[in-house]
């Protein structure tokens, strides 16, 4: 798996999937559990790969431009 999220793209999925994630503990009934959808963009962001971006041959990695 190479990366191929960086930098902002990888602040914003973090800082997204906590704003989703903290939708568990604020929504009432059973929609709160649609927070948990921000397990997606936390994690890509933590792990800095993005499979949605592999598919199309994406990348906001710096690195990942340099070795192309």
């Given at each position: 798996?190479k ?59 710096p690195?990942h431009?340099?070795?192309?």
């Open positions: 798996m990366a191929n999220v960086g930098g902002i793209d990888r602040l914003l999925r973090i800082l997204v999937g906590l704003g989703l994630l903290a939708l568990v503990f604020i929504l009432p009934g059973p929609e709160r559990w649609w927070g948990l959808v921000g397990l997606v963009p936390l994690l890509t962001g933590l792990v800095r790969f993005c499979p949605v971006y592999s598919l199309f041959g994406l990348s906001t990695c690195r431009e340099r070795s192309a």
